[in-house]
């Protein structure tokens, strides 16, 4: 075994029951008991699984980690945990028990079948005992201990959980339970290339609970179904408060919107059941929540009781546990709508891995859309570590020849090494926006040789001449402009995916100069800034004309050479803004960019001139807008600007979310902008602060404020006639800078404490 955390005593053990590809197998219950003959001084356990566990010491749960021991490329990696137990043991008979899972190891995973990393739930755990004598007593996992299967008759997070309380075991992890009936377990070789390491990042925890807004009733011609609103769209389950007969069968179904006819709209699930089952054994009260599952929704229909049957249900929040830092509001109400719903995305996809989304038949770590969320991420909650474990990942994931693919963890997923322009440059972004938000340069370190890898891979495999997915050396160029509603009708957007590529290229160099400099790699940050110089040369010869048009004419290819720095002068830079602006104005201030340049957008308009057309943007609710999803009663927000209309209802089936987080990027310029708290990358994690508010649209007044390892960090303005008025706090041991708007006088340098300032017009 490759791993410090266990004693070679400890063996991988699981039960003898193998489901297939489609079938999952009974939740197995594994149990050993144990004699102390002293008072225990301490108890320290380790433990990890291959599949989910939840570990009970006489009868009491270890911990409150949920869906443990999280997700990594097992084949590679696998977490442990270690935990003191000292006050769960005492002198006399003791019982070690555990209830495992299928998880992302061998239960269904995206749309494919189950088994993907292995066959069935292993377990793996140890635990010390220093007695009051001095001696130790090691209990680990072997083939002594024995196995049953109990009410958790299935478990898969796609698919759902069937609980059976009438097979319910009793006290089966405590002492004096008669276990003659178990089998002995299986004890499991193991990969010794497989690493068994301590956790990295917050664990999944339960982060709260929704209490059902409305019930609506539905009557069929056989029996009554309710469908509970939880006026909230989330990651997470419901606990149920059920009171009926022995053996009734109630069936939960789970989506995020409703058909018309009031019925829960499933389509867009695809192939994940959503589905969890509770048969009652008729005592009374049943208090019931699944272990091993987790959904995406916001309605919940209950079926299977009838008018004299009771059912309360309530929502359990699930998320990684990364603590909240950030608040944006300001003086227009769907703004502040807006603000909640890139929370809720979040805090749904912030789930072990950043995924897409939480319900479908995918919930996967698409590189691409946590590199656009990451710095939003950074404001709404601590989310340092979260992308330290991620990064980690990557790491796992990248391939001998430097590629990155697009999802991660990896499982060639899309039968593609590369994950392409957007996608894969996450394991350069990602690792320079923490380190801006949080000045984490450890972060940088650890991962430069990957980046420089990755870095490395794009020029020698991915470019022609420097046009990254030359069409002679890429066929396949990547996801482009994903989603984009620029008028080519295509999925992919009408942004060339070789102009994409190289801008992206040049802005991997650009970094990875600013990164070589951080670490001191001053020969390394040279040759970088010669490539991106180079790069962008190219890119101006065959995308751009002198008179600042650029091929394609999408915004979203404006917006990169834009924010990317790839115009030769400031006269073409003048032109192209000036263009881009144009084109928004002509689609009446509606939004036609897609994941790639969505972003950047409305910095680009404020840094060239155009904070109206960017505040209309921002604004706008009409469709296609930030607005629209939310004038129409989103609590997320969705994953393509059309997911739903008044005209066409919800969009395709296939590919529908109503809980994605990457147009929610735009909440990093609600919190730098329009509140105006920005960072200063010359002293990263807000050493000093730049506040800069930037009034405009309808906004009168507008506030933000971030905790940061220095302490908290506040803006808040309001706008009058003549004056702007800006209250500000610096923490002790920081400096900040005041860069008022235009017309407001001169930048003002601050020290720590509270200023309340008022700027004449
Ligand atoms: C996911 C996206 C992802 C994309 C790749 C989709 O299925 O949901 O968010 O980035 O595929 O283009």
Redesign the pocket.
């Known amino acids: 075994m490759n791993s410090s955390l266990f004693s070679p005593l400890a063996s991988w053990i699981s039960s003898h029951l193998v489901g297939s590809p489609r079938t999952g197998t009974p939740a197995p219950y594994v149990r050993k008991p144990f004699r102390l003959d002293q008072p225990v001084k301490s108890a320290r356990l380790t433990v990890t699984a291959l599949g989910f566990y939840e570990v009970e010491l006489n009868g009491q749960r270890v911990g409150d980690e949920i869906l443990a021991p999280g997700w990594t490329d097992y084949s590679k990696r696998v977490m442990a945990r270690t935990h003191d137990v000292t006050s769960l043991l005492h002198a006399g008979e003791n019982v070690f028990g555990a209830i495992l899972g299928d998880g992302w190891y061998c239960g269904f995973l995206a749309w494919r079948n189950r088994q993907v990393y292995g066959d069935r739930p292993k377990f793996l755990a140890e635990l010390v005992v220093t007695l009051a004598n001095g001696s130790t007593v090691t209990v680990s996992t072997d083939a002594s201990w024995k196995t049953t299967t109990g009410p958790i008759c299935e478990s898969d997070m796609l698919m759902g959980e069937t609980y059976d309380a009438r097979l319910e075991l009793g006290a089966w992890s405590q002492a004096g339970y008669d276990d003659r009936s178990w089998l002995p377990v299986v004890v499991e070789a193991m990969d010794p290339a497989v690493e068994i390491a301590e956790r990295l990042g917050p664990p999944v925890r339960r982060i709260g609970e929704i209490t059902a807004k409305s019930m609506s009733l539905r009557l069929d011609w056989n029996q009554a179904r309710r469908i509970f609103d939880m006026g909230q769209n989330f990651a997470g389950r419901v606990r149920i408060a059920v009171t009926a007969p022995r053996g009734t069968l109630v069936r939960l179904r789970f989506s995020e919107i409703l058909e018309p006819n009031g019925d829960p709209y499933i389509e867009n699930l695809r192939g994940a059941r959503a589905t969890d089952y509770y048969v009652c054994k008729g005592e009374g009260q049943e208090i019931w929540e699944p272990r091993f599952t987790f959904h995406g929704f916001r309605y919940v229909e209950v079926h299977g009781l009838n008018d004299s049957h009771k059912i309360e249900v309530t929502g359990v929040v699930l998320h990684s546990d990364t603590k909240p830092t950030g608040t944006f509001r300001c003086s227009n109400d769907l703004l502040n709508q807006l603000q909640h719903n890139i929370v809720w995305g979040q805090k749904s996809n912030f789930l072990e891995v950043p995924t897409?989304?939480p319900q479908r038949d995918?919930r996967?770590g698409?590189t691409?859309?946590a590199q656009v969320f990451v710095r939003t991420a950074a404001f709404n909650m601590n989310v340092q570590e979260f992308f330290r474990k991620w990064v980690r990942d990557i790491r796992d994931a990248q391939y001998a020849s430097g590629a990155v693919p697009?999802v991660i963890p990896e499982n060639k997923f899309t039968g593609e090494d590369d994950g392409g322009p957007a996608?894969s440059d996450a394991t350069i972004i990602c690792p320079w926006t923490i380190y801006l938000c949080y000045g984490d340069k450890q972060i940088l370190a650890d991962h430069y040789e990957s980046m420089q890898r990755y870095f490395d891979f794009l020029g020698r495999e991915k470019c022609k001449g420097l046009i990254r997915c030359h069409h002679e050396v890429d066929k396949w160029g990547g996801?482009g402009d994903?989603l984009a509603l620029d008028g080519s009708g295509k999925v992919d957007g009408g942004t060339p995916k070789d102009l994409i590529g190289t801008a992206f290229y040049a802005y991997d160099a650009g970094l990875m100069e600013k990164i070589a400099t951080v670490l001191g790699h001053k020969a390394d940050a040279a040759k970088y800034a010669q490539r991106r110089a180079e790069i962008a040369e190219v890119f101006q010869r065959r995308y751009l004309t002198p008179d600042g048009l650029i091929a394609s004419g999408t915004q979203t290819a404006a917006v990169l050479a834009l924010h990317f720095g790839l115009v030769a002068n400031a006269e073409q830079r003048k032109l192209l803004a000036q263009e881009l602006a144009r084109d928004v104005e002509k689609r009446g201030f509606h939004l036609a960019t897609g994941?790639v340049g969505t972003p950047y957008l409305l910095e680009v308009l404020e840094e060239n001139g155009y904070l109206d057309t960017a505040y209309k943007l921002l604004e706008q609710e009409t469709f296609p807008s930030w607005l629209f999803p939310v004038k129409n009663g989103a609590t997320t927000i969705w994953?393509r600007w059309d997911g739903w209309t008044p005209e066409k209802g919800p969009q395709d089936k296939g590919?529908n979310?109503y809980n994605?987080y990457?147009y929610g990027a735009v909440g990093a310029w609600m919190y730098r902008s329009v509140a105006g708290l920005e960072l200063d990358p010359a002293q990263p994690g807000y050493q000093h602060i730049i506040f800069r508010p930037r009034p405009g649209g309808t906004i009168t007044w507008a506030e933000a404020s971030l905790e940061t390892a220095h302490g908290l960090v506040s803006i808040r303005w309001e706008k009058s006639e003549s004056a702007l008025k800006v209250a500000v706090t610096v923490p002790a041991g920081t400096s900040a800078t005041l860069l008022p708007p235009a017309g407001y006088g001169s930048a003002q340098e601050l020290k720590p404490g509270r200023h309340e300032l008022t700027l004449k017009a």
């Open positions: 897409d989304c995918e996967l698409w691409g859309d697009s996608w996801y994903w994941f994953e590919m979310s994605h990457a």
